[in-house]
């Protein structure tokens, strides 16, 4: 079985400061697919990212970046410059690409930017 | 149109009601999911539907009964539900219809539920 662990509860930045979200995921497959969504006061998930398992470049998304690290099974999250709209909850998620396997969510990150 | 619509964004009902949320999707997307959000907790599968057929139910309770009209709609008819069921339901699509699915899923804005 899989398992996602996003050990931070909770985050408070200022504006500006970078915040680095942690995502920490065990499974003994080796094929499979990592995802962040961000959900907003709102309510809706938005997908923000899907990586596989065998593409461990990192990538940068504007303000957005991901680290993917298979020797720590790490994908870490890092945005650069907070700012208040990017206040929400944070979910990293994992889903094998072999038989009976649904999406599995952390328990997600409350990020609160303030001005 | 990359967009997930749900109805109604609320809805309040008694435990003797029976009611219907509804989902829609016209990015031609094969798959179609339910999930079920409570305060301060990730979604949780409730059920999913591949190329119009049931394929996953995550042993839900009966009170939830699924229905998928055709590739773009998704209902979910309520009846008798307890308190302990009020909640965030959040549908989902994905791009192919394959279990599991490994394409990104696009969520609607959600139905927050009340069960008095």
């Known amino acids: 079985a899989q398992k996602v662990t996003q050990a931070q509860t909770e985050i408070s930045v200022v504006e500006k400061e970078d915040v680095t979200l942690d995502c920490v995921y065990e499974t003994r497959d080796t094929t499979y697919y990592l995802f962040w969504y961000k959900q907003p006061p709102s309510g809706e998930l938005v997908f923000l990212i899907r990586r596989n398992s065998f593409d461990e470049q990192n990538e940068i998304s504007g303000r957005y970046s991901w680290n993917f690290q298979k020797s720590t099974s790490s994908f870490n999250f890092t945005i650069t410059a907070s700012q208040v709209v990017d206040s929400a909850v944070y979910f990293c998620?994992?889903?094998?690409?072999?038989?009976?396997?649904?999406?599995?969510f952390g328990k997600g990150t409350m990020l609160l930017v303030s001005p | 149109d990359t967009e997930v619509t749900q109805t109604p964004k609320h809805l309040v009902m008694g435990m003797t009601n029976k009611k219907s949320l509804k989902c829609e999707q016209h990015?031609?997307?094969?798959?179609m999911y339910w999930y079920k959000q409570k305060a301060k907790k990730p979604p949780e599968l409730m059920f999913v539907y591949s190329y119009e057929k049931l394929s996953i139910n995550e042993s839900v309770p009966s009170r939830f009964s699924p229905e998928c009209p055709n590739s773009s709609l998704l209902n979910l008819h309520l009846h008798a539900l307890q308190p302990e069921d009020s909640a965030l339901y959040l549908c989902?699509?994905?791009?192919?219809?394959?279990?599991?699915?490994?394409?990104?899923?696009?969520f609607g804005p959600g139905t927050r539920l009340t069960v008095l």
């Open positions: 990015m031609g997307h094969r798959a």
């Open positions: 989902a699509s994905s791009q192919d219809g394959v279990s599991p699915s490994i394409n990104e899923q696009f």
């Open positions: 998620a994992l889903i094998l690409n072999s038989g009976y396997s649904t999406l599995t």
